[in-house]
């Protein structure tokens, strides 16, 4: 048992303390864009994701410029959510739009983004802005952890005291680890129920109440987990005759197929709910799951049960079936890895690109020194079972694959290739908005993204200095690059309805400094120019302002 005890506490050093977890639904955009300059206060919001949400009760939310909430209760359809607005007292200025939703993997995802009506101001503060709490952070690997050493200390003792146990060995110390097992699952699903509740809100570990436990036990999430609990109960109580190596092939076939099921709620609480054929992801998933989980669990078996005080005539018949045992679980575990790493990680560049990648490809090469170790131990069961130098190579394969078992812990955290894809690609608030100010009028405007190259679109409101919209009958911009001798240049822009908002485009030839004039005339004579200076930076990206 002690040998049981460092293995875990091994692991634990693997997976603690971790990095926070990733978010798994990216940001692709909204209406009214991120960092936009609109000229009406919208009904509205629509913020799409990358994947399925469900928004946390009382934590979406819009905020007016005069800081007031202005937002009904948000609703989600796949990977739209949309929040009905109020009109605000003060409509003109800077809005704030924040969120904290479930992505479809179960992993909470918060963020804020802004946009204007009519002329940028400062931003609102947001109310209870907060992350991921750190104990939340550290908690949630070490429930996986848990549950994967929970189903390593199940599966192994299990399967050999079911099929290849020898009769007079002693079976309690064995039977007592697969009960351990199944107690550690439970209360590592425990732990992920209780853990879920603070990752949605963004509150410590300890600041938990039974309202927010409620909600987590009637979400999806925590009706798969209560399911698991449901099915390791069934699994406890049909395994005594199992352990006992009496039970019959219907029993067996029965256990194996519940401890499948539940071994199937893990990918329906992880990426693979929210994955690219989820169905077949889901699959290889359990088979991944499972594969390593008697592959270890069979090592760790051997390791403290039964190498050392064994008769080598009866290792001579246990060890060659256990190693086609092994041999079978890497080639399903090898096969599910590779089906799960093809969707995940998305492309081939993403595999050092991307966090997900570098850690599937670190993994990966374990895992290929382990198979160069578990190589060399199955010629040594063939020519020296139970020798000194056949328990060396299994210790060091248990420790290696305890490696990839740590390994694996993390990298359900981290956001999938595909999906840092995504959030790399993500909308950005790029471009410059101004309010500008004349006897005759306000204006409002704002040119996206703001780059070198004949890309740049103009936005332009015209308002009177009381704040009210103000139709106008020609509007005209125009830009001149300072400090070179280059000729201005102007361009017209189209009035739209209503009649205060124009529509133009802008070139850049040379990244800059630029002055920016716009004229607009009111009705027959009345007409005025206000100006200001941009900075064009040389490559693509935010402008100065």
């Not at 410590?204 to 927010?212: A, I």
């Not at 990918?267 to 998933?285: E, K, M, Q, R, Y």
């Not at 592959?295 to 079936?321: A, E, M, Q, Y």
């Not at 290739?417 to 306000?442: C, F, H, I, K, M």
Request: with cysteine; net charge positive.
């Amino acid at each position: 048992m002690r040998v049981l005890l460092c293995l875990l506490v091994a692991l634990g050093v693997l997976v603690l303390p971790a990095d926070p977890a990733s978010a798994h639904a990216a940001l692709l955009g909204a209406t009214p864009a991120p960092g936009s300059v609109v000229g009406a206060s919208p009904g509205e919001v629509v913020v799409t994701f990358s994947e399925a949400v469900t928004p946390v009760a009382g934590r979406v939310q819009v905020i007016s410029p005069d800081g007031r909430r202005i937002s009904g209760e948000a609703t989600a359809s796949g990977a739209t959510l949309r929040i009905p607005l109020r009109r605000a007292e003060q409509p003109l200025g800077t809005y704030l739009v924040s969120y904290r939703v479930i992505s479809a993997d179960s992993h909470p995802v918060g963020g804020a983004l802004t946009f204007s009506v009519g002329a940028p101001s400062e931003a609102p503060a947001e109310p209870g802005a907060a992350g991921t709490h750190r104990s939340v952070t550290l908690a949630t690997p070490v429930t996986r952890f848990l549950a994967y050493a929970g189903m390593t200390l199940a599966a192994g003792p299990a399967l050999f005291l079911a099929v290849l146990w020898p009769r007079r060995r002693d079976r309690s110390r064995a039977v007592r680890t697969t009960y351990a097992g199944l107690g550690l699952i439970g209360v590592a699903t425990l732990g992920a129920l209780w853990t879920q509740a603070p990752a949605s809100t963004g509150a410590p570990l300890w600041d938990v109440s039974p309202g927010e436990i409620g909600e987590v036990l009637t979400s999806s999430y925590g009706l798969i987990l209560l399911a698991r609990l449901a099915l390791l109960a069934v699994v406890a109580a049909l395994l005594p005759p199992v352990l006992r190596g009496a039970a019959g092939r219907v029993r067996g076939l029965t256990v194996a197929g519940l401890a499948l099921a539940a071994m199937a709620t893990w990918p329906l609480t992880g990426h693979a709910a929210a994955a690219p054929l989820a169905g077949v992801i889901v699959v290889s998933d359990v088979v991944h799951i499972a594969a390593m989980s008697v592959w270890l669990g069979g090592l760790l078996t051997l390791t403290v049960f039964l190498l050392r005080r064994t008769d080598r005539r009866v290792l001579g018949v246990v060890l060659p079936v256990w190693s086609r045992w092994a041999a079978l679980a890497v080639v399903w575990l090898v096969a599910g890895g590779v089906v799960q790493a093809v969707v995940q990680v998305g492309s081939v560049p993403a595999l050092w690109e991307t966090p997900y990648g570098r850690l599937l490809a670190a993994k990966v090469g374990v895992l290929a020194a382990t198979l160069g170790v578990a190589f060399v131990a199955r010629r040594l069961v063939h020519r020296a079972p139970g020798s000194g130098g056949l328990r060396r190579t299994v210790g060091i394969e248990v420790v290696a694959t305890t490696v990839i078992l740590g390994l694996s812990a993390v990298l359900v955290q981290v956001n999938p290739g595909r999906s840092a894809t995504v959030d790399e690609g993500a909308v950005r608030e790029n471009g410059v908005s101004q309010t500008l100010t004349s006897p005759l009028y306000t204006l409002q405007f704002n040119i996206y993204p703001v780059e070198v190259g004949d890309n740049n679109t103009v936005h332009a409101f015209a308002y009177t200095p009381a704040g009210a919209p103000l139709p106008a009958d020609e509007w005209k911009v125009s830009a001149q690059l300072l400090g070179q001798d280059v000729e201005p240049f102007s361009a017209p822009m189209l009035g739209l309805i209503p009649r205060h908002h124009a529509l133009g485009a802008l070139t850049f030839p040379l990244a800059g400094t630029y002055e920016i004039k716009f004229t607009v005339r009111v009705g027959e004579l009345d007409q005025a120019t206000v100006k200001t200076t941009i900075d064009v930076p040389a490559s693509s990206g935010t402008a100065k302002r």
